[in-house]
């Protein structure tokens, strides 16, 4: 069993849908989350991080984050196509430096 | 904005040579990173640094090594190149304050023929 495991997809939404995406974490001592958006070529870059519980919006992202069933999602809402791009979940632990990332899920938007 | 910065986009260097990627950070970050990023294979950690000369292996630290001599610059040396580190590297630094998300530099493509 993978340590992040994410579905590869592609999910393929139209513009103007919500966009959910999916992540599963095996470590229960994990405490922090983060969702990193990467664009084919480009570097990853942070856009949510959620460290408790519940929910977390940012714009057109929430994070939503239960530790008792081991899962964190990202939802965007209202999808643009310049949402395309691979999604990458990212878990950490308070004891370590490292992240564990997922190999991440490829988000189509169509026009 | 914290900005993490590489020293080359792309890089083609011949099997055998020794290469340099050099990465730096202006945030005052404790930690940075030094992944590869393949198709299929995701992110793989090759070292990281906790403190200036502080270093330990990542998951795939074979045929490299790296040098921490600042806090804002984390290099990383092939110590002789092999086709079979042609990939993407990716720098990343964060850890500030108990927080450990990482923010990455905008990659190095490096190509050994």
């Known amino acids: 069993q993978k340590e992040v495991e994410q579905n590869s997809g592609p999910l393929s939404v139209p513009e103007g849908a919500i966009a959910s995406l999916n992540c599963t974490y095996s470590d229960r001592g994990s405490q922090s989350f983060f969702w990193y958006r990467q664009y084919s070529g480009k570097s990853p870059e942070l856009i949510m991080s959620i460290y408790s519980n519940g929910d977390k919006e940012d714009g057109r992202f929430t994070a939503q984050l239960n530790k008792a069933s081991q899962y964190v999602s990202l939802l965007i809402r209202d999808s643009q196509p310049s949402d395309s791009a691979t999604y990458l979940c990212?878990?950490?632990?308070?004891?370590?430096?490292?992240?564990?990332f997922g190999s991440g899920t490829r988000l189509l938007v169509r026009p | 904005d914290v900005k993490v910065t590489q020293s080359s986009r792309y890089l083609v260097k011949r099997t055998g040579e020794k290469v340099f990627l050099e990465c730096v950070q202006d945030m005052d970050h404790e930690n940075m990173f030094w992944y590869r990023q393949d198709p299929g294979l995701g992110l793989r950690l090759i070292y990281f640094s906790y403190d200036v000369k502080m270093k330990e292996k990542g998951d795939i630290p074979e045929g490299y090594s790296v040098s921490r001599e600042k806090k804002e610059r984390f290099s990383l040396i092939l110590e002789s190149a092999s086709t079979n580190q042609t990939s993407m590297y990716l720098c990343a630094s964060g850890g500030t304050s108990g927080r450990n998300e990482q923010f990455f530099g905008p990659g190095t493509r490096l190509t050994v023929l």
């Open positions: 990212a878990v950490g632990r308070d004891s370590s430096y490292k992240l564990i």
